[in-house]
């Protein structure tokens, strides 16, 4: 089974700064997917970042970024220029690639990251 | 109304009530899927439907009975419930199971907060 880990209950990060948030994972697959989740008090959970496992390259989304490292089965969050707006709490997921596969479509969550943000 | 949408938003039941939570979503997506978040623990996965049919049941009690007529809605019916039962009850969605490739991203909807006394 897959699990995810983010080692980083709370973080906190001035506004305009920079702050990364930690995410690692264990499985056995090859082929997976990688993501960021954001979750406002509003409890809205929304898509930030997706990672596709066989792309070597880092998503990119606007002030978002990931630094994906396959080998090392981490896959970090880097917030730029950080805005009121951001403060959430982060959640890093896994689902696996492989069709038909007993976990397939399913979603394996870490426990989350509360960020803050201080103006 | 667009992406995932789901009432009610905050529910309060007794233990011996019954109940149902709806799920509603304008993506076009086929396949639906209920998740429990419980404070201080990841997300968990209960059920997954695909073109209507149930594909995952992930060991979820008995007292909580899905239903997903068509494509667009799921329900969740709650009776007998437990204190412990209480959380926040996500509805998410994606293209289909198997469309391949991040077109099975989830997006979720706003989530019912249950409180059962």
């Known amino acids: 089974a897959q699990t995810v880990t983010q080692s980083q209950p709370e973080m906190s990060v001035q506004e305009a700064e920079t702050v990364t948030l930690s995410c690692t994972y264990d499985?056995?697959?090859?082929?997976?997917?990688l993501f960021w989740y954001k979750q406002p008090p509003s409890r809205q959970m929304i898509l930030v970042i997706r990672?596709?496992?066989?792309?070597?390259q880092n998503a990119t989304e606007n002030r978002f970024s990931v630094n994906f490292q396959k080998a090392a089965k981490s896959f970090s969050l880097k917030i730029s220029d950080s805005q009121l707006g951001d403060a959430a709490m982060y959640f890093c997921?896994?689902?696996?690639?492989?069709?038909?596969?007993?976990?397939?479509?399913?979603?394996?969550f870490g426990q989350g990251t509360i960020l803050t943000v201080h103006p | 109304e667009t992406g995932v949408t789901q009432t009610p938003r905050h529910l309060v039941m007794g233990m011996t009530n019954k109940k149902s939570l709806k799920c509603e979503q304008h993506?076009?997506?086929?396949?639906m899927y209920w998740y429990k978040q419980s404070a201080k623990k990841p997300l968990e996965l209960m059920f997954v439907y695909n073109f209507k049919e149930q594909t995952e049941n992930n060991s979820v009690p008995s007292r909580f009975s899905p239903e997903c007529p068509n494509s667009s809605h799921l329900f969740l019916h709650l009776h007998t419930l437990q204190p412990e039962d209480s959380a926040l009850y996500l509805c998410?969605?994606?293209?289909?199971?198997?469309?391949?490739?991040?077109?099975?991203?989830?997006?979720f909807g706003p989530g019912t907060r249950l409180t059962v006394l």
């Open positions: 997921a896994y689902r696996s690639a492989t069709a038909g596969g007993t976990s397939y479509g399913k979603l394996t």
């Open positions: 993506l076009g997506h086929n396949a």
């Open positions: 499985t056995s697959e090859s082929d997976y997917y």
């Open positions: 990672q596709e496992a066989y792309k070597q």
């Open positions: 998410a969605s994606s293209q289909a199971l198997l469309a391949g490739g991040l077109t099975d991203t989830q997006y």
